[in-house]
Nanobody
Framework: QVQLVESGGGLVQAGGSLRLSCAAS????????LGWFRQAPGKEREFVAR???????DYADSVKGRFTISRDNAKNTGYLQMNSLKPEDTAVYYC???????????????WGQGTQVTVSS
């Protein structure tokens, strides 16, 4: 059974940092894209960042220059370093694996359960 388990969420003041981790089990994703999405209350889920198996990255415009996605294939784990956090970054953050492009962005075949990130002003 494939599982993605996020950790590292929490409450932080504006301007602070958090590092999210996503540990995968049940299969290896070293050859598949990993990504992060988020969903704020009352809003649709949105793409945050993606990294492919070669390490090529792309980001949503809203997080460029502040967030960094990375992966450690040996540990089957992905990361999202979030700096200069803003109150509008408050959301449940979801790890995803095996991303595929869609007409509106990306979807994924595997999802984590989500971790709450709250940024206070």
């Amino acid at each position: 059974q494939v599982q993605l388990v996020e950790s590292g969420g929490g409450l932080v003041q504006a301007g602070g940092s958090l590092r999210l981790s996503c540990a995968a089990s049940g299969r290896t994703f070293s050859s598949k894209p990993l990504g992060w999405f988020r969903q704020a209350p009352g809003k649709e889920r949105e793409f945050v960042a993606r990294i492919n198996w070669r390490g090529s990255k792309d980001y949503a415009d809203s997080v460029k220059g502040r967030f960094t996605i990375s992966r450690d294939n040996a540990k089957n784990t992905g990361y999202l370093q979030m700096n200069s956090l803003k109150p509008e970054d408050t959301a449940v953050y979801y790890c995803a694996a095996d991303l595929t492009p869609t007409a509106s962005g990306y979807d994924a075949n595997y999802w984590g359960q989500g971790t709450q990130v709250t940024v206070s002003s």
